[in-house]
C-alpha cells in the first residue's frame, strides 16, 4: 500500500504546473485553519542625505496581509467484491486505477490554482482591449502581447524568476508563439534538472511552461472559461 501511495503521489506531481511558482507554506498539526501571509510595500526612496551624529526620521512600513483557508478535494474508483476477490496483488488493474487517480488529483489542483489565479484584477488585454467584453476574433495572443507584458511587468518592478518572467499557456498558445523567428527551444538553453515542469520554450525573456489546465475564454463564454501571463 505504501508503494501504491508513492506511486500516486509521484505521477500526481508530474501534473502540478501553476504550483510550482507559488509560494508554499505548512500548516501546523492543531493550529488554525486559515493560512496568513503579510504583503510589504517598498519603501519611497532615501534621497536626502543624512547628518552625521542625527539618527534620520524613521518610515512606516505598510502591510497588507493576504489570508486563505484550505479546502479539501477527492475522488475515489469504486469496484466490486469479485474484482477484489479475483485480482492479483497487486495487479496491472490496481495499478492502472492508481494512475487514474494520481491523473485526477493532479489536474484537479492544477486547474483549481488556474481558477484562482484568473480571478485577478491585473490583466492585460490583447489588442489594446481595456475588458474581456470587448475582445473579439482579432484579439489573438501575438508576440507584440508578450513584450507588451514585459514592459508592463519591469515597470511595476515585478521580479523575474530566475532572470526571467514565466508564461502558462495551453497548446494552442504554444502552437502559435513557437512559429516566431525569436523561439528559443528548451533544450537549448536550460539543463533538464534546472527545466520548470512543462517547460518548453523562451521568447523575449518570458519562460513559457505549458499544460492543457491553463484557464482559457472561449467565444460568447468569455466569462467563465484565457492563457494568461
Not at 484537479?108 to 475582445?135: E, F, H, M, P, W
Amino acid at each position: 500500500q505504501e508503494a501504491l501511495n508513492r506511486h500516486i503521489i509521484a505521477r500526481s506531481k508530474s501534473k502540478l504546473v501553476h504550483h510550482q511558482f507559488g509560494q508554499l507554506t505548512k500548516i501546523p498539526k492543531g493550529k488554525t485553519k486559515t493560512i496568513t501571509w503579510d504583503r510589504m510595500s517598498p519603501l519611497p526612496k532615501a534621497k536626502t542625505p543624512l547628518t552625521e551624529g542625527v539618527t534620520p526620521k524613521g518610515t512606516a512600513i505598510n502591510i497588507s496581509r493576504v489570508t486563505a483557508t484550505p479546502q479539501q478535494y477527492g475522488a475515489y474508483i469504486s469496484t466490486t467484491d469479485e474484482f477484489d476477490f479475483y485480482k492479483n496483488d497487486p495487479s496491472p488493474e490496481i495499478l492502472r486505477i492508481n494512475e487514474i487517480l494520481a491523473d485526477n488529483a493532479g489536474e484537479t489542483q492544477d486547474s483549481l490554482t488556474a481558477d484562482i489565479l484568473s480571478a485577478g484584477t491585473n490583466v492585460q488585454y490583447a489588442g489594446g482591449k481595456t475588458s474581456r467584453a470587448a475582445l473579439d476574433s482579432t484579439c489573438v495572443m501575438k508576440v507584440e502581447e508578450i513584450r507588451k507584458a514585459v514592459r508592463t511587468l519591469k515597470n511595476n518592478k515585478a521580479n523575474p524568476i530566475d532572470k526571467d518572467f514565466v508564461a502558462i499557456v495551453d497548446p494552442d498558445v504554444a502552437f502559435d508563439l513557437m512559429s516566431d523567428t525569436a523561439w528559443e527551444n528548451v533544450k537549448t538553453y536550460s539543463d533538464p534538472k534546472d527545466m520548470y515542469n512543462g517547460e518548453i520554450g523562451r521568447l523575449y525573456g518570458v519562460r513559457f511552461v505549458e499544460t492543457t489546465e491553463a484557464k482559457v475564454f472561449r467565444g460568447a463564454n468569455l466569462a467563465a472559461d484565457k492563457s494568461e501571463l
